[in-house]
C-alpha cells in the first residue's frame, strides 16, 4: 500500500535558488477554489500551499537539501551570477508555451494538477541541466509540468482526490519566468533575484 510521506520542511527556513513560473490571477483563482473543494471532500492530512506560493518549478539550481561542501548561500556567492546570465539567455531562445493542466494527480509526497510537458520546456530544462554544474551536481527537474496543491502533515493512506476537469486551469501562457531565493519552504517567502522573459518579449528584468 501506498502511503502518504511526511513533510519534515513544510514552512522551515531553508536557502534554495529556483528557476520558477508563477501564474497569473485569473489561473490561482481557478487554483484556490480547486484547493477549497478539495479540502471540502477529503479528510486526508493536507497541507495547503498559500495562495502567493503556487508555482511551476522549471528548475532547482540548488536544492534546499543539498549536501555540498560548503553552504548554499557560498554555492550561490560562487556560481550564482553566472548561473543567472545562463538562465536569462537560455529563457530569451525559449518560445512562450501555454500549458493545459488536464489532471489532478495524487502522489505519496503531494496533490498537484499536472500537463504534458511541452517541447519547449523540455528543450529548456535540459539546457539548463547541461550548463549548470557543482561538485558533481546537476540539476534534476520534473518531466511533467505540475503545480502543488497540497502536501501532507501525517502518513497514511494514499487518499483517492478527483476533481472535475472542467474546473482544472487551461491555457496557462508562459511568458517570463522568475529566479529566485527560497527563505520559507514551499516558495512561502523568497526573495527575486531576476525575471527571464521568453522570446515573445524582448529583454529582462534584474530585480537586484
Not at 15 to 26: E, K, M, N, T
Not at 174 to 197: A, F, H, K, M, T
Request: aromatic residues 8%.
Amino acid at each position: 500500500m501506498i502511503r502518504t510521506k511526511i513533510d519534515a520542511l513544510w514552512f522551515k527556513r531553508c536557502c534554495a535558488f529556483h528557476l520558477q513560473f508563477f501564474p497569473d490571477g485569473a489561473t490561482l483563482s481557478k487554483l484556490s477554489s480547486l484547493q477549497d473543494d478539495i479540502e471540502r471532500h477529503s479528510d486526508a492530512p493536507l497541507l495547503r500551499l498559500p495562495a502567493a506560493s503556487l508555482h511551476m518549478t522549471i528548475v532547482t539550481l540548488v536544492n534546499a537539501a543539498a549536501k555540498f561542501s560548503i553552504p548554499n548561500e557560498e554555492v550561490w556567492r560562487l556560481n550564482g551570477e553566472r548561473w543567472k546570465a545562463v538562465a536569462h539567455r537560455l529563457a530569451e531562445e525559449t518560445p512562450a508555451f501555454n500549458l493545459d493542466f488536464h489532471e489532478l494527480a495524487v502522489s505519496a509526497a503531494a496533490v498537484f494538477v499536472k500537463a504534458e510537458e511541452p517541447p519547449e520546456l523540455r528543450k529548456l530544462r535540459s539546457a539548463i541541466i547541461q550548463a549548470i554544474e557543482f561538485e558533481g551536481w546537476r540539476p534534476t527537474p520534473p518531466q511533467i509540468a505540475h503545480i502543488t496543491l497540497f502536501r501532507f502533515s501525517a502518513e497514511g493512506r494514499l487518499p483517492e482526490i478527483t476533481a472535475d476537469a472542467g474546473s482544472l486551469p487551461k491555457a496557462v501562457r508562459v511568458r517570463s519566468l522568475q529566479l529566485l531565493e527560497e527563505r520559507v519552504y514551499p516558495s512561502v517567502e523568497i526573495n527575486v533575484l531576476s525575471e527571464p522573459l521568453l522570446s515573445d518579449k524582448a529583454g529582462s528584468r534584474d530585480i537586484c
